[in-house]
Nanobody
Framework: QVQLVESGGGLVQPGGSLRLSCAAS????????MSWVRQTPGKGREGVSS????????KYANSVKGRFTISRDNAKDTIYLQMNSPKSEDASVYYC??????????WGQGTQVIVSS
C-alpha cells in the first residue's frame, strides 16, 4: 500500500531555513510526479509545489516562489522541500502527495512547521 512519511518540520525563525523530507513506498516512485501540499487551520489546503517524475520540471505556488525549492532523489524514493526565508504565513502542516497536488488521494501523517522568532 502507498505510504508517505514526512519529516523535518519544527520551529524555524522568520528568514531562516528548513528542509522537509518525504519517504515514499508502495508504488513506483520514479514514475510518479510528486507534490507538497499544506493544510492550515482556518485557511484550508494549498498546493505548495510539484515536481515531475524525472525531476526536470517543477512548479510553485506564487506564495512560495523564489523561497522554496522542491527536489527528489529517485534512488531513495524521497522528495524534499527546502524552505528558505519562511514567513509566518508558511506555518502549517505539510504533506507530500502523489501527482500534481490537490486533491490528495493518500495522506501521510504530515510534518508541522512553526515559524516564530
Amino acid at each position: 500500500q502507498v505510504q508517505l512519511v514526512e519529516s523535518g518540520g519544527g520551529l524555524v525563525q522568520p528568514g531562516g531555513s528548513l528542509r522537509l523530507s518525504c519517504a515514499a513506498s508502495g508504488f513506483t516512485f520514479s514514475s510518479s510526479p510528486m507534490s507538497w501540499v499544506r493544510q492550515t487551520p482556518g485557511k484550508g489546503r494549498e498546493g505548495v509545489s510539484s515536481i515531475s517524475s524525472a525531476g526536470d520540471f517543477t512548479k510553485y505556488a506564487n506564495s512560495v516562489k523564489g523561497r522554496f525549492t522542491i527536489s527528489r532523489d529517485n534512488a531513495k524514493d524521497t522528495i524534499y522541500l527546502q524552505m528558505n526565508s519562511p514567513k509566518s504565513e508558511d506555518a502549517s502542516v505539510y504533506y507530500c502527495s502523489q501527482g500534481w497536488g490537490l486533491p490528495v488521494e493518500y495522506w501521510g501523517q504530515g510534518t508541522q512547521v512553526i515559524v516564530s522568532s
